[in-house]
T-cell receptor, first 114, second 114 residues
Framework: AQSVAQPEDQVNVAEGNPLTVKCTYS??????LFWYVQYPNRGLQFLLK??????LVKGSYGFEAEFNKSQTSFHLKKPSALVSDSALYFC????????????FGPGTRLSVLP | DGGITQSPKYLFRKEGQNVTLSCEQN?????MYWYRQDPGQGLRLIYY???????QKGDIAEGYSVSREKKESFPLTVTSAQKNPTAFYLC?????????????FGSGTRLTVV
């Protein structure tokens, strides 16, 4: 069965410091990988995705993620955190087969402290 | 602008009452989804539909019903059989093909039992 793990419920980082939000997955084959962000009382917003090619993917708001096939990981990173980055972050995978649904991780709450 | 619209933003339900949450998209997406999110928690799939007049149960379908009479619309009814309906409900849409397309989310409906 497919599964996505985000091992940290909460990540705290000081403003200006680099941040990492971790994601590992267990899916057969080579899935598509996504990161979404959710601000309070809002829907999920797309940040970035890995389809193929370069393992380092750049996305919105200065975020990037690195795909590591051997470790089945897709960690989200940002070189310098902003207070406005504080939100709930979801990792998701989608199998490459036709008609496959997303599998979401449980979410990680990021708090950037001023 | 293309997008996905959920209404109302806030909804209050009395005990034993059925309520219907609206979800409309003009993205020409074939697939639509309903998720439930409890405070500080991840997403749980209620129902999904990949084609008009067809839908499938997700992980927590009990106490909910849906219809898909039009491609653009996927309303969710929370019935009196759902004993703990207070939650944030998210609708999403996507194409069905496996080209690495992500989900587009609505802004959510917060349902409260009074």
């Amino acid at each position: 069965a497919q599964s996505v793990a985000q091992p940290e419920d909460q990540v705290n980082v000081a403003e200006g410091n680099p941040l990492t939000v971790k994601c590992t997955y267990s899916v057969s084959g080579n899935p598509y990988l996504f990161w979404y962000v959710q601000y309070p009382n809002r829907g999920l917003q797309f940040l970035l995705k890995y389809i193929t090619g370069d393992n380092l993917v750049k996305g919105s708001y200065g975020f990037e993620a690195e795909f590591n096939k051997s470790q089945t990981s897709f960690h989200l990173k940002k070189p310098s955190a902003l207070v406005s980055d504080s939100a709930l972050y979801f990792c998701a995978v989608r199998d490459r087969g036709y008609g496959q649904n997303f599998v979401f991780g449980p979410g990680t709450r990021l708090s950037v402290l001023p | 602008d293309g997008g996905i619209t959920q209404s109302p933003k806030y909804l209050f339900r009395k005990e034993g009452q059925n309520v219907t949450l609206s979800c409309e998209q003009n993205l020409n997406h074939d697939a639509m989804y309903w998720y439930r999110q409890d405070p500080g928690q991840g997403l749980r799939l209620i129902y999904y539909s990949q084609i008009v007049n067809d839908f499938q149960k997700g992980d927590i379908a009990e106490g909910y019903s849906v219809s898909r009479e039009k491609k653009e619309s996927f309303p969710l009814t929370v019935t009196s059989a759902q004993k703990n309906p207070t939650a944030f409900y998210l609708c999403a849409s996507s194409i069905v093909g496996g080209q690495g397309y992500g989900y587009t989310f609505g802004s959510g409906t917060r349902l409260t039992v009074v």
